[in-house]
């Protein structure tokens, strides 16, 4: 009962169906680690506040019924605890390890999860049969935000949006991808900021307003290498 006292705190209601579910993933997260390389918190608090809790926290913002990217998804966070509290969403994870869309895969049999799915697929490849497709990308802990825009928006319709989840302080990022965010089609709607038990955490909800040019996302990790 603990735990379902943790997420009504932050006005998440959890049933003990989608409790079991994520004392499930937990177990299967904690079994596969090593071999997977998943995650460096590994305590069952810590998991369920800063990996559960922070992924599923910001579902105030998805729309019900909505079609969800998840970019880079790794481990699962955050499309897998944001599935299993919200059935309604239509998700979709890519990563460009195949041992990880392995592990999500699995995962997604084992939850007996449905109206998900994962991919072996970096995001410049993935592009090709589904550019502005989704009304959301989610992304979280994979790059800095003039990167992440760019394998982002991409995929989203006009008037879709990128929630990034990041740690407390974010205007340097912001700042940093005005040119990006330009090029792209994408502004910056607004940035929430919360606490999760001790932890300061940010999500940058970037708006796409226009089209953004064919030739994006480039390849050869250029995002990275030379962030717009």
């Given amino acids: 009962m603990e735990k379902i006292n943790l997420f009504k705190k932050y006005n998440i209601n ?5 409790l079991n579910k994520l004392n499930e993933f937990y177990r299967q997260l904690i079994f596969y680690n090593n071999s997977f390389n998943l995650t460096n918190i590994t305590e069952e608090n810590d998991v369920f ?4 809790l922070d992924s599923i926290y910001p579902e105030y913002l998805i729309e019900k019924n909505s079609s969800i990217l998840d970019i880079g998804a790794g481990a699962g966070f955050p499309s897998l605890p944001l599935k299993i509290y919200r059935p309604d969403l239509n998700v979709v994870m890519i990563d460009s390890l195949n041992k990880r869309v392995n592990f999500l895969n699995e995962m997604i ?3 007996k999860l449905s109206g998900i799915s994962a991919y072996h697929f970096r995001a410049e490849d993935f592009i ?3 550019r502005e497709k989704f009304d959301y990308v989610v992304v979280r802990a994979v790059a800095k935000l003039n990167t992440l825009t760019e394998y982002a928006l991409p995929f989203l319709k006009i008037g879709g949006k990128l929630l990034a989840y ?3 302080e974010v205007e340097e990022e912001i700042s940093s991808s ?5 090029i ?4 910056v709607e607004k940035v929430e900021k919360f606490d999760l038990e001790g932890n300061n955490r940010s999500i940058v909800i970037v708006k796409k307003i226009s089209k953004s040019p064919e030739k994006y996302p480039r390849n050869k990790n250029l995002p990275k290498l030379k962030p717009l």
């Fill in 14 to 18: 959890l049933d003990e169906e989608k």
């Fill in 128 to 130: 090709k049969d589904n």
């Fill in 184 to 187: 792209l089609g994408g502004k």
């Fill in 109 to 111: 049999n084992v939850l």
């Fill in 166 to 168: 990041k740690g407390g």
């Fill in 49 to 52: 506040i800063k990996h559960f």
């Fill in 178 to 182: 005005q040119n990006a965010l330009k």
